[in-house]
């Protein structure tokens, strides 16, 4: 069982930064790949960017390739999620979500989700 809070949102301007942290509960933390997801008001939910357990793999949507990194620090039960040159288009709630081992675009496939932290760029 992994419990997930997300934190580090908030307003920005655009061409802004902002970096978001997943804090997990658990001593089997390492175990599990991270996820990225965001929701914008009336759009479906969609991945970002995911990590693996061992942080070897890393993968990334393509609107976000380039810009944001995803990370970890398995000492510290914490993935992040480092977000530059943001856009307003990237204005959503953002959830982190584990899994075991290996990372997945398709947010069924996670199990574990946090609540969400709010990210707005302003134009």
């Known amino acids: 069982q992994v419990q997930l809070v997300e934190s580090g949102g908030g307003l920005v301007q655009a061409g802004g930064s902002l970096r978001l942290s997943c804090a997990a509960s658990?001593?089997?933390?390492?175990?599990?790949?991270v996820g990225w997801f965001r929701q914008a008001p009336g759009k479906e939910r969609e991945f970002v960017a995911a990590?693996?357990?061992?942080?070897?793999?890393?993968y990334y949507a393509d609107s976000v390739k380039g810009r944001f990194t995803i990370s970890r620090d398995n000492a510290k039960n914490t993935a992040f999620l480092q977000m530059n040159s943001l856009k307003p288009e990237d204005t959503a709630l953002y959830y982190c979500?584990?899994?075991?081992?290996?990372?997945?675009?398709?947010?069924?496939?996670?199990?574990?989700w946090g609540q969400g932290t709010q990210v707005t760029v302003s134009s």
């Open positions: 979500a584990a899994r075991v081992r290996y990372g997945s675009a398709y947010l069924v496939e996670y199990p574990y």
């Open positions: 658990g001593r089997t933390f390492s175990s599990y790949a």
């Open positions: 990590i693996s357990w061992s942080a070897e793999n890393t």
